[in-house]
Every structure is written in C-alpha cells, then in structure tokens.
C-alpha cells in the first residue's frame, strides 16, 4: 500500500517537473536581424492621362452640321478642315458680298481711268473730230495767206479763216474740260471709300464662312469628335480635341500627407491596367499649389510628363503610379511588421540575451514592405519580425531567423 503511494507521488512530481521545464523552457520566435540595404520611398496612387499640348475646336456660329470629314484617332495636319456648319443666310451674304465688291471695284476702276466709259468715247471722238477740223482750217489759212501775198484773196477771207481757227481751238478746249469735269478729287476719294467698304464687308463675311469650316489648329490626332453630321450647334460647343499623343501629360492624384515628399525631377512608374506586365517612365514637372476634395480624399494634382510612343495611352486612360519619392544608399531596415507600440511610442522586441526587450526607436522612410530605423538599434541586432501579441516582453525567445523584407 505504502508502495503505491509512493509510487503515485513520484509520478505527479515527474509531471510537474516535466511541465515546469516546459513553462520556462525558451519559446520558438520569428526574428528578422537589422540590415543595411538600399531603401525606395514610394508614393503610390492614380493618375489621368491628357496630351501634352492640345486644342479644342469651337463652333464659331450657329448652324447645322452638314459634313463631318474626319474620326476619332485620325492623324491631322494644322488647317485640315475637320467639319463644316451649313448657313444659308450665310451663304446669301457672302453672294452679296462679292457682287457688292465687283461693283465697287468696276466704279473705282472707271473713276482712275477718268470717267464712265461711255462718255470718254464720245468726248475722244469730239476731240479728234475737232483736232481734224483745226487741222484742215490751217493749211487752209496758209494757202489764203499766199493767196492775199499775189492779191488773189482778201484780207477778210483770211481773218475768216483764222476766226474759224480760234473758234474750233475754244471748242477744244472746252473738251478737256468736260473730260475733267468726269472725274473730279471727292469722286475718287469716294470712289476708292466705296472699294474699300466693300472690301471690308467682304473680309468679314468670309471670315464667318471659313469659321462654319471647323478646322484643327494644330497638327496631331483628332482624340476626341462630339458631333455627327445633322446635328445643330451653337457659338462656342465643343465639336472636338486635337492633341500631340506621342507626350502625355499626367494629373497625379496625392493624397494631402504625402504631398510634401514630392518635388518637381522625381521619377514616377506608370502602368496601365489594360496593358498587364508593361511600364512607362514620367518626371515630375510641377507641384500643386492648393489641395482639393476628391471624393472622401483631399488631393494635390501633381503634373508629370511621359513619352507615348506609338501613342499606345489614349487620352483620359485612368493609369497606376509610383512616385520615387525618397531613396537611401545603405539605410538600416527592419520589415514593417515589425513595428509596434506601446504608451504611444514606436519601438520593436529585441532579442537581448535570449530575453524579448521592448525597444523604442526612430524611422526614417519606408517602401512598401520595409521601413528604415533611423535610432535605436544596431545593424546585425534581431528583431521579432512580427507584431503578434503572443510575443511579449521580458519572454524567453529561442530566436528562428527568417528573411529580412525588402
């Protein structure tokens, strides 16, 4: 009897002997050492993709569209017509226009050419008529005067000849009078108004004509067409966007606290969802200068420029960025499970002795995975690698290496 007594002490304290060794054996713990590596800082969010430099094309005046001659994607020289707005009052101006000018421009042509034509003719002909006569009456005085030289005329017959001279020599003159009289200095001056209002009226009703031909104001591509044929439009309607596709720019959305890590020169990764596995390269051009909502955001639009090559991003494509924001050659990093609080205070359980040791440390910046200790630990130092509670300080720690995140 005594015996199994004994016997049944020995094994509770075999038990118990076995299950204290068990408590205060030291416990299995994932630890991750502090090791010097490169560090990227990332700023990771959404951008929108516009050409670099673009126009819109405006509707001049109210019409219809009568004929659209390009489409979406089309490649565009500077003046190419891209549709054309129908205006038949328009139409009947620039008739009237045009006849008006010919009308003027044939008044100022017979004003510098000295009169109405008609009348040039009939005074040319009386000239010439008379220049004849007084031509005739002097060979005629000549023979009378030799005639009254022999006494075989009189002296009257000769002063009858001459008077008839001077008489048809006033009818001369009175001819290049009435030629002046055509065309005097207010008819030209009127005359050359006339032309020049004309000219005016016609300019500017041509130029409303070449603004119902809606034409691209620079070469690119045709991104953008908001208008069929048929369809009315008023001064001002956008009716298209003609853009250089070949260089984007990008509106990057950043959030309000990571807005100060961004300055202009900073590279930036773009990849677009519906090309999977391919990257682009822009550079930061400019920061914002005020912060808006966007949607439950407050935002900063960061401009960034990229090449296009092939013109592969269409305006509009919704794209994921990267900015580099920050990089260290050589930072002490730690993976950012790591990291844990206590009293408000960022620290870590280090691995001292094989005892776990709350650790309070300083940060530098972080990448996706890792982030750098600026103070409180040493390179080559073991940390618990994750933030599980079941690792506590002051424990027992039998540390397990693993891979230090990048």
Excluded at 9 to 27: D, E, G, I, Q, Y
Excluded at 47 to 69: D, K, Q, Y
Excluded at 269 to 280: M, Y
């Amino acid at each position: 009897m005594k015996r199994w007594i004994i016997g049944l002490v020995l094994a509770a304290v075999a038990v118990f002997a076995f299950a204290w060794t068990r408590k205060s054996a030291p416990k299995e713990v994932p630890v991750v050492k502090a090791v010097r590596a490169p560090l990227l800082s990332l700023i990771s969010t959404n951008a929108t993709v516009e050409p670099f430099e673009w126009r819109a094309v405006t509707a001049g005046m109210a019409g219809r569209i009568g004929h659209v001659l390009v489409k979406v994607n089309d490649q565009v020289l500077a003046g190419r017509v891209l549709a054309m707005v129908d205006n038949p009052a328009l139409e009947s101006e620039i008739a009237a226009a045009e006849a008006n000018y010919q009308q003027a421009g044939a008044a100022n042509d017979a004003v510098q050419r000295g009169g109405p034509a008609r009348e040039r003719a009939e005074i040319d002909a009386l000239e010439a008529k008379l220049k004849s006569q007084i031509a005739a009456a002097i060979r005629e005085r000549e023979a009378t005067e030799r005639l009254v030289s022999k006494n075989a005329a009189t002296r009257s017959e000769l002063t009858a000849v001459s008077d008839r001279i001077a008489q048809l020599e006033v009818e001369l003159k009175s001819t290049a009078a009435r030629r002046a009289a055509l065309v005097d200095t207010r008819d030209a001056m009127l005359a050359d108004s006339r032309l020049k209002q004309a000219r005016k009226e016609l300019d500017e009703v041509s130029s409303r004509e070449r603004r119902s031909n809606l034409q691209a104001p620079i070469a690119g591509t045709v991104y953008e067409l908001s208008v069929k044929a048929g369809d009315w439009v008023d001064p001002g309607k956008l009716v298209a966007k003609v853009g250089d596709l070949s260089k984007l720019r990008l509106r990057v959305f950043v959030d309000e606290p990571d807005l100060g890590r961004v300055s202009a020169g900073m590279k930036v990764k773009v990849n677009w969802d519906a090309f999977p596995g391919e990257n682009w390269e822009a550079v930061v051009r400019q920061v914002p200068t005020q912060v808006t909502a966007m949607g439950t955001r407050m935002v900063g639009e960061v401009i960034a420029e990229m090449p296009n090559p092939g013109a592969r991003i269409p305006s509009g494509a919704n794209v994921n960025v990267e900015i580099e924001a920050e990089k260290v050659d050589g930072a002490l990093t730690i993976p950012k499970e790591a990291l844990r609080r206590k009293d408000g205070l960022l620290g870590v359980l280090a691995v001292e002795d094989g005892i776990l040791k709350w650790r309070t440390i300083r940060t530098g910046i972080s990448s996706l995975s890792s982030v750098q200790v600026v103070d409180g630990l040493k390179e080559g130092e073991a940390v618990v690698s994750s933030s599980d509670p079941q690792w506590a300080e002051g424990m027992k720690a039998a540390p397990v290496a693993r891979a230090a995140g990048g």
